[in-house]
């Protein structure tokens, strides 16, 4: 059992990410926690990027699991952000392939310090606020899908939405694109996921038909 919500749990395999949609933030940092109890007994390096107030309460959710945040922040095992900068390009402006590739330098610098793989947690929500347009979003999870689930990366990441906040055609997108995902008390597998490939191919040929049709439109 690598995740359990309300007594439920899922095994995640490496190169995971997982989609959980909330309708309150105080959803996040339980779940979270569980998840990164795992990682961290297992020697893997955590890192969880939220609003302070769900830092501190994640912080309390752990100090329930019975982990020691302090020492393992200063052992370097485990990293909280709460300032947004640090994971958008130029400190201001949401680049899909910035925050990917600040993924991939944290688990080569994570192997680099000898932990055994990485778990990465973010309210997207709350990073994503004011940034980016639902196509970054898009391009950011199908990303993640392609470089981490087919290379079968050291990481697991679980990324978290406000659903209430998302045009309903984009939290069936993000759905497509999780092969797990949590929504309320439930953490299930998704029957409607597609991998990156399937993804991509899928967009290609709404694409072509789009402009076929637009070029058979009458004069």
């Avoid at 020697?43 to 912080?59: D, T, V, Y």
């Avoid at 699991?65 to 095992?77: H, K, P, S």
């Avoid at 392609?146 to 990324?159: D, E, K, R, S």
Wanted: aromatic share 8%; with cysteine.
């Amino acid at each position: 059992m690598d995740l359990s919500v309300e007594g439920k749990s899922e095994r995640i395999p490496p190169g995971s990410h997982i989609c959980q949609l909330y309708s309150k933030v105080t959803e996040i940092p339980s779940v979270t926690a569980r998840l990164m109890r795992v990682g961290l007994s297992l020697s893997e390096k955590c890192l969880f990027a939220a609003a302070p107030a769900q830092i501190k309460e994640f912080r309390e959710e752990l100090h329930k699991l019975q982990v020691d945040t302090d020492a393992l922040i200063e052992a370097g095992q485990l990293i909280l952000h709460s300032e947004r900068e640090v994971l958008l390009a130029n400190g201001n402006r949401f680049d899909p392939y910035f925050l990917l590739s600040s993924h991939q330098t944290f688990i080569a610098q994570a192997l680099r310090e000898g932990w055994q793989a990485v778990r990465i947690s973010i309210d997207m929500t709350w990073l994503l606020k004011d940034t980016a347009t639902p196509e970054q979003i898009l391009k950011y999870e199908a990303a993640s899908d392609a470089v981490f689930t087919f290379q079968n990366a050291p990481i697991i990441a679980l990324m978290h939405y406000d659903h209430s906040k998302l045009m309903p055609n984009l939290v069936v997108e993000l759905l497509k694109l999780h092969p797990i995902s949590v929504v309320g008390k439930y953490i299930k597998r998704n029957p409607f996921y597609l991998n990156s490939e399937q993804y991509m191919l899928k967009i290609l040929r709404i694409n072509k038909e789009k402009s076929t049709n637009t070029g058979n439109l009458p004069h």
